[in-house]
């Protein structure tokens, strides 16, 4: 799979678009092909995040859930987090590594997401590598636009 690049806009400030997206797991209504996103881990200062994602993709049994552990690193000062693949993680996926950036720009902020993943099985072919990239880029747009919105209205609502 090859490298995911994104970018949505949001009309709400940088700094409550950025503390919004530190709430990624209750945004798994807005994500199309995520059957859960389950929060594992998180330090007090809310700087690491150890969460499961569970991708809804019908492949065969044999292979199982198609699922990850994610660490997320959090820079308060220069507004991004950091994304990888945490080592407990076990199955078909075998690389997540990513940087989510959220900039301000004159009408709001620019948030943008530079996502690798890869994931192998011999039983997996380029059909299917590409459907798995098709609807990982899916999810990760629906999250961004739905933090977006959030912000929106929370910030237009003050």
């Not at 200062?45 to 292979?63: A, G």
Request: net charge positive.
């Amino acid at each position: 799979m090859g490298l995911i690049k994104l970018q949505v806009k949001s009309k709400a400030p940088a700094d409550l678009v950025y503390e919004i997206a530190h709430q990624t797991p209750e945004f798994v209504r807005a994500l199309p092909n995520i059957k859960r996103i389950r929060k594992l881990e998180e330090n007090e200062q809310r700087t690491y995040t150890k969460t499961e994602w569970v991708l809804d993709v019908p492949l065969p049994k044999i292979l199982g859930e198609v699922s990850w552990i994610k660490d997320a690193l959090w820079d308060d000062t220069r507004r991004k987090c950091d994304i990888r693949l945490n080592r407990d993680s076990k199955g078909i996926v075998k690389r997540v590594k990513g940087l989510w950036m959220f900039s301000p720009c004159q009408d709001g902020c620019v948030m943008s997401m530079d996502m690798d993943l890869t994931v192998q099985h011999f039983l997996i072919g380029p059909a299917t590598t590409a459907m798995i990239d098709k609807l990982f880029r899916k999810n990760m747009e629906s999250l961004m636009l739905a933090i977006g919105a959030e912000a929106e209205k929370r910030f237009f609502r003050t």
